[in-house]
């Protein structure tokens, strides 16, 4: 599949910046990097977007992350390998990210604030209000897949 758009070319735009200060604000929100990763690749898979699930699963695996638990990502009501929080965390992705489906359901909401905190809440929240943008401008603009190397890990 061909680009339809360099979106390298509008790094210094205005809506570029915009969405790299709302991912910066999230990655410093405090929430743990490995559940962040999956809440991206959790969304990323929902939306079919292959560039960021390229990205993210590359990222999670470099930060550490095992096979096993990406492996199985699609079926986490299923597989033992997620935590309580992490399952919460995936259930308010999935429920947000097919939001005109499920209009975020009160269980799902009671389930998530079980295991956060109201600005963890906000955060998480964030989170896939961001890989959701992300999704739609990379499958938009069809951003080449496969080239993606992880940052090096701090």
């Not at 470099?62 to 638990?69: D, I, T």
Request: hydrophobic letters at 40%; charged letters at 20%.
């Amino acid at each position: 599949m061909n680009p339809r758009i360099d979106t390298t070319r509008y790094m210094n735009s205005g809506p570029v910046r915009a969405m790299f200060g709302l991912q910066q604000a999230v990655d410093s929100s405090g929430l743990e990097h490995s559940l962040l990763e999956l809440v991206k690749i959790c969304a990323s898979q929902m939306n079919g977007c292959a560039y960021c699930i390229d990205m993210h699963t590359k990222d999670a695996r470099a930060a550490g992350e095992s096979e096993q638990r990406i492996y199985a990502l699609s079926a986490w009501r299923e597989a033992p390998f997620f935590s309580a929080r992490e399952r919460a965390a995936l259930d308010w992705t999935e429920s947000l990210t097919a939001i005109a489906e499920t209009h975020v359901p009160d269980e799902v909401f009671s389930r998530v604030r079980e295991h956060f905190e109201e600005p963890e809440l906000v955060a998480l929240t964030f989170a896939i209000v961001a890989i959701n943008g992300w999704n739609r401008l990379a499958t938009a603009v069809r951003t080449p897949v496969g080239n993606y190397q992880p940052r090096a890990i701090a």
